[in-house]
C-alpha cells in the first residue's frame, strides 16, 4: 500500500501530489517505525518540508542504504538492551576494520538515547541481515546510511524510558526528561536510573517516529565531537583484541592451502608424500578449483592439515603439484600493458557525450594527449585472511574478519549445500579490510574443511597466498584528449578507460566495466567545458578483479588530476587557478545537460540528496590551497601539488608538499581539505585522512603487481613494499568543513585515497621537473 | 628444551624449528602477537627475548632454550607499561593489527635508548609496518611515552 502511494506521489508534480507526499511522510513515519525497517522512503524526496507534530531536529531523508540486501534497520529492540545495573548493551552490526564503524554507529545510539558512553558495552552482531539489516561494510557508507537510524534507534530508547518512569510517577510524558543516564521528574527533580526503568521501558512498544524528539546539534554529547575512544582501544593495545587468526577451538586443526598459481589452474598431479613427512601433518584435502567467474567461491587447490600452523605451512612447502596453467597461463604484464594502451587508442564505447567532442578536437587549434597506467595492485591488510569453521551435526559455524558476513554464509551455504539457517558467521575484528574481506573466499575455504574431517580447523593464509590469490585492483589505461582554441581556451576533454572489470568475477566477462567502475571519474567530470566525451574501452580480465579501497576512482582521479596539473604548465597558467578555472561556475552536474544517457551512478545515493555540487568541490581545493600556503616560495627540489575529487559522495582536496633528493621523494607535509557533510567522529576521520596518504603514498612508490605466463611475481613486503616510519607523509593536517546535521553525512574511509596520488605526482612535477605517468613511481625519479 | 614465557617457565618438546611467534600463538594461546609477513618484514610478531625486540617469525624455539620471552600480554601487569598508556593518549591504532608489534619494538627501543631523537624513533620504527598508515601518531605516541609530552 505504501508502494503504491508512494510511486504515485513519486510521479506527481502537482500540488496535490506534493500535499500528498507530506501526508505520506507522516504515514511513513509511523508505519517504519512500527514496523522497524526503514523501506521504501526514496519517494519523499521531493516533498516540501514535512513538519511534525513534535519538534524534530532532522527530517528522514533517503539513502540508498533502503535499497541494499535488507534494508537499514531501526528497530530499538534489536540493537539496546538495558541490564537492571544500568549497563547498556549495543548492537554494532557492521564491521571493524579500522575505520571507526563499530564505536561511531553505537555512540550515535548512544547519545541520543543519553546514556553514558562508560555504561556502554557494544555487542558485535554475527552474520544475519534479515535480523540487522544489510551489513556490508563497504563503500564508505557505515555512517552514511546508519547515521539516521541510529539516532532513531537512540531517540525511540530514549522516549521509552521516559514513558517509563512518566508511568511509574504517574504523570504525562511532558513532565519527565532523559538526562545522563537516568530520567528526571521536571518539577520534583526526582530521578530514576536508567537500570531501574530497564524492565518497563524496553517493553515497551516501539514509539512512532513522530512521538520522537530528536536531539539538536547543540545537544549532541558525543557525535561530532570526536572524544569518544575506539571501543576495542584497551585490547588492542594489551594485545586481547581478537582477529581472525585469534580464535582458537578444541580440538582444533591447522590448514594451509595450495591454491592454483594462475586462476582456474587445474591439478594435474599432487604428490604430498614429502608433506605428510614433516612432524604434525595429518592429511592433505583437495579442493575443487573455481575458474574465473566464481564470484567468492574458493580457488581450489590442496590443504595441507596439521597440527598446528607451522607444521601446515612446512607442509604446504613441500607439497609436489603440477598445474596445467589453462586460458590464463599466458598472461603476461607487459604484453598486457601494450593490450590497453592500443585499447585506448582506438574508440570505445560511449558513456558521456557532451556536445559534440570528436568535431570539436578535429576543429580544434591544439591538441594534447595524455596517457597514464596503472598496474593491478593487492589490497595487502595488515592481517591476512584467515578463518576458523567447526562443522557439527550438519551444521557449520564460522569465525572470520568478514567485511560482509551475510554473503560469507550464504555463500558458505550455497558452496556447502547448507541453508543459510545452518550456518552461522561470527565476526572477528578485521586486521585492514580494504576490499578484500568482502570476499570471504577464505572463510568458506574453512568451513569446507571443517566439513571434511568433521570438526574445527583454522585456516590460515601466508602473505604470498595474500599477494598471489587475492582479487586485484584493476588495472588500467586512462587517456584524455584535450582540445584548446586559439585563445587557449579548453574546448574539448575525451576519456578513455580501458581496465579490466570486477565483473569478470561474477559473470563472463565481455570485456567492459560495469556502471559502478564508470560512475567512478569517468562519466561525471565536474569541469564546465562545453565538449566532453567518455567512452569505455576494452579489457579482459586474466586475474581475479575486486574492488579494491577507492575502487576505480584511484586511476580516475591520478589521470583527470595529472592532466589537468598537465594542461596547466602547457598553457602557462597557476595549476591551482587553472584547476578552479575547469571546475568553473558553482552548479549542481546535471546527467542530462551533461550528456549522460541516464543518471549519474552517484554510488546509487538519490541525486536530490546528494547532488553532485561544485562549489563544495571548489571550496575544498581553494581550503587546501590556502592552508598549504599555494604559491609559497619553496627551497630548490621542493614543490606542492594540488588534486580534488568526488567520491563515496564526499568532496576531498589535497595539497601535497614533496622534496625530491637523489631519486627518491619525500612528503614533509600534506594538506587535507574534506567536506563530508555533518562530521560524525572528526576523530576518526582525521585517521583515515591520514591512513588514505600512506595508503596512497605505498601505492604511488612501490606497488604494481606483474604477472608471467598467469603468474603473480611478487610475494612479500621486499617486492610489494609499504610506505614505512623511514619515509611516509609526515604531517598530514585535515581541515573538515563544518556542516550542521542537516548536510548529510557522506563517506570518509575510501575518498581519501585518490586524490593523494595525483597531488603527489604533481608535487614532484613542480619539485623536480619529472612528470609521473606510469605507476609505481619505483626508481623513476633516479 | 626450556623457555619462560611472560614469566612462566615451559617445556617444549615439538619441533625445534618452529618459530617462537607460532609456538606462543598455538601452543600457549598468546595471540596478541600477530602474523603479518613471516619473514621479518613487518614486525607484526614482535616479541622481547631477554629485554631485546625480535621477531618472532624469524626466531626458532632452538634459539631460544633457557631464554626469557616477553610478549604483549605479559609487557605490563596493568596494561598501563609507558608507551601502552601513550599509545592510548595518541588514539594510535585503526584497525589495530600491527599494534602489539609496534608497541613491543617501542617499549624495547626506550628501554635501551629512553630519550631517543626523532631520528633514531623514526630508524628503530621502520621494520614496523602499519598497512592503515598510523605512522605520524606512532611517532608522536613514541615521544609522549619519552619524554612524558
Ligand atoms: S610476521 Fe614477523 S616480521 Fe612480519
Ligand atoms: S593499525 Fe592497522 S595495520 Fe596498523
Known amino acids: 500500500m505504501l508502494h503504491q502511494l508512494e510511486s504515485f506521489a513519486r510521479n506527481s508534480q502537482s500540488a496535490t501530489g506534493l500535499a500528498l507526499q507530506a501526508v505520506l511522510r507522516k504515514v511513513a513515519a509511523t508505519e517504519i517505525s512500527r514496523r522497524g525497517v526503514l523501506k521504501g522512503m526514496s519517494g519523499f524526496v521531493l516533498a516540501a518540508h514535512f513538519m511534525p507534530d513534535t519538534a524534530q531536529a532532522f527530517d528522514a531523508y533517503p539513502t540508498q542504504g533502503l535499497n541494499m540486501p535488507h534494508g537499514v534497520r531501526n528497530d530499538p529492540h534489536i540493537f539496546v538492551s538495558i541490564a537492571s545495573d544500568g549497563q547498556v548493551s549495543i548492537v554494532a552490526h557492521r564491521s571493524e576494520m579500522g575505520t571507526g564503524a563499530r564505536t561511531s554507529l553505537p555512540m550515535i545510539i548512544a547519545d541520543e538515547m543519553e546514556a553514558d558512553w562508560d555504561r556502554v558495552t557494544i555487542v558485535q552482531a554475527e552474520g544475519d541481515e534479515p535480523k540487522y539489516g544489510n551489513q556490508d561494510t563497504d563503500g564508505s557508507r557505515s555512517l552514511r546510511h546508519h547515521i539516521q537510524p541510529c539516532r532513531e534507534i537512540g531517540a525511540a530508547i530514549r522516549k521509552m524510558l521516559e514513558m517509563a518512569a512518566a508511568k511509574q510517577w504517574g504523570v504525562s510524558d511532558g513532565m519527565v526528561e532523559a538526562i545522563g543516564h537516568q530520567v528526571i521528574h521536571k518539577t520534583l527533580g526526582t530521578r530514576i536510573g536508567y537500570g531501574d526503568l530497564a524492565e518497563s521501558a524496553m517493553a515497551l512498544e516501539t514509539p512512532a517516529r513522530d512521538r520522537l524528539r530528536f536531539k539538536t546539534d547543540e545537544e549532541f554529547r558525543y557525535i561530532g565531537k570526536g572524544q569518544i575512544q575506539i571501543y576495542d582501544l584497551h585490547d588492542i593495545t594489551t594485545g586481547k583484541a581478537v582477529y581472525g587468526a585469534d580464535v582458537n577451538l578444541p580440538g582444533m586443526k591447522f590448514a594451509v592451502i595450495a591454491r592454483p598459481p594462475v586462476v582456474g589452474a587445474m591439478i594435474k598431479s599432487v604428490d604430498d608424500s614429502a608433506a605428510l613427512a614433516i612432524p604434525g601433518v595429518e592429511k592433505t584435502i583437495q579442493i575443487p578449483v573455481s575458474p574465473l567467474g566464481s564470484k567468492f567461491k574458493p580457488l581450489g587447490g590442496v590443504a595441507v592439515i596439521a597440527k598446528n600452523t607451522w607444521a601446515a605451512i612446512r607442509g604446504r612447502d613441500a607439497l609436489k603439484i603440477e598445474w596445467d596453467r589453462g586460458e590464463h597461463g599466458s598472461f603476461n604484464t607487459p604484453a598486457y600493458e601494450k593490450e590497453l594502451r592500443a585499447s585506448v587508442a582506438q574508440p570505445g564505447s560511449s558513456v558521456r557525450n557532451q556536445g559534440d567532442t570528436e568535431k570539436a578536437l578535429q576543429s580544434a587549434a591544439q591538441t594534447l594527449t595524455y596517457e597514464y597506467y596503472q598496474p593491478h595492485l593487492a589490497h595487502a591488510p595488515m592481517e591476512p585472511p584467515a578463518a576458523v569453521a567447526s562443522f557439527k551435526d550438519g551444521k557449520c559455524q564460522i569465525w572470520a574478519p568478514v567485511q560482509s558476513p551475510y554473503v560469507a554464509r550464504t555463500d558458505t551455504a550455497s558452496y556447502l549445500g547448507l541453508k543459510p539457517d545452518d550456518v552461522r558467521v561470527n565476526v572477528t575484528l578485521l586486521g585492514g579490510g580494504f576490499g578484500r574481506k568482502s570476499k570471504a573466499d577464505f572463510a568458506t575455504e574453512a568451513a569446507f574443511l571443517a566439513k571434511q574431517i568433521g570438526g574445527a580447523v583454522k585456516v590460515q593464509w601466508t602473505r604470498e597466498d595474500d599477494i598471489r590469490n587475492g582479487y586485484s585492483h584493476t588495472s588500467s589505461v586512462e587517456r584524455i584528449d584535450v582540445g584548446i582554441d586559439a585563445d587557449n581556451k579548453v574546448t574539448a576533454w575525451r576519456h578513455r578507460s580501458a581496465a579490466p572489470s570486477f565483473l569478470s568475477t561474477f559473470v563472463k566477462d565481455e570485456g567492459r566495466q560495469h556502471e559502478i567502475e564508470i560512475g567512478m571519474g569517468l562519466e561525471n567530470l565536474p569541469y564546465a567545458i562545453d565538449n566532453i566525451s567518455a567512452e569505455q574501452c576494452k579489457a579482459y580480465a586474466h586475474t581475479r578483479i575486486g574492488w579494491y579501497r577507492s575502487v576505480s576512482n584511484i586511476p580516475r582521479a591520478f589521470a583527470v588530476q595529472s592532466a589537468t596539473a598537465e594542461l596547466a604548465v602547457e598553457l602557462g597558467k597557476d595549476q591551482k587557478d587553472f584547476l578552479i578555472e575547469m571546475i568553473g561556475p558553482d552548479r549542481i552536474l546535471e546527467a542530462k545537460a551533461s550528456g549522460l544517457p541516464g543518471k549519474f551512478w552517484n554510488q546509487y545515493e538519490p541525486q536530490e540528496e546528494f547532488p553532485f555540487d561544485t562549489a563544495r568541490l571548489r571550496a575544498v581545493a581553494e581550503l587546501a590551497a590556502e592552508k598549504a600556503g599555494w604559491g609559497k616560495t619553496l627551497p630548490e627540489g621542493e614543490g606542492l601539488g594540488i588534486a580534488v575529487h568526488r567520491s563515496f559522495v564526499s568532496y576531498i582536496a589535497m595539497v601535497v608538499h614533496a622534496r625530491v633528493e637523489d631519486g627518491t621523494v619525500r612528503v614533509p607535509e600534506v594538506h587535507v581539505a574534506i567536506d563530508c557533510g555533518f562530521a560524525a567522529n572528526p576523530e576518526r576521520i582525521r585517521s583515515q585522512m591520514q591512513g588514505a596518504c600512506v595508503f596512497g603514498m605505498s601505492a604511488a612508490l612501490h606497488q604494481g603487481l606483474s604477472f608471467e605466463n598467469g603468474e603473480v611475481q611478487q610475494g612479500n613486503f621486499n617486492d610489494y613494499a609499504m610506505v614505512r616510519s623511514d619515509n611516509f607523509p609526515e604531517v598530514v593536517h585535515t581541515h573538515i568543513v563544518p556542516h550542521p546535521f542537516s548536510v548529510h553525512a557522506t563517506g570518509v574511509g575510501e575518498p581519501g585515497v585518490p586524490p593523494f596520488i595525483p597531488a603527489l605526482t604533481n608535487a614532484i612535477y613542480n619539485a623536480s621537473g619529472k612528470r609521473i605517468r606510469n605507476l609505481p613511481i619505483d626508481n623513476q625519479l633516479a | ?149
Open chain 2, 1 to 149: 628444551m626450556k623457555i619462560t614465557v611472560n614469566g612462566v617457565e615451559h617445556t617444549f618438546e615439538g619441533d625445534l624449528s618452529t618459530p617462537a611467534l607460532w609456538y606462543v600463538r598455538d601452543e600457549l594461546a598468546l595471540n596478541g602477537s600477530k602474523f603479518g609477513c613471516g619473514t621479518g618484514l613487518c614486525g607484526s610478531c614482535t616479541i622481547h627475548v631477554d629485554g631485546e625486540a625480535v621477531r618472532g617469525c624469524l626466531v626458532s624455539m632452538e634459539e631460544l632454550d633457557g631464554k626469557s620471552v616477553t610478549t604483549i600480554e605479559g609487557l605490563s601487569e596493568d596494561g598501563n607499561h609507558p608507551v601502552q598508556v601513550a599509545w592510548r593518549q595518541q588514539n594510535v591504532p585503526q584497525c589495530g593489527f600491527c599494534q602489539s608489534g609496534q608497541i613491543m619494538q617501542a617499549a624495547s627501543l626506550l628501554k635501551t635508548n629512553p630519550k631517543p631523537s626523532d631520528q633514531e624513533i623514526l630508524d628503530s620504527m621502520s621494520g614496523n609496518i602499519c598497512r592503515c598508515g598510523c605512522y605520524q601518531r606512532i611517532v608522536s605516541a613514541v615521544r609522549q611515552a619519552s619524554t612524558g609530552a
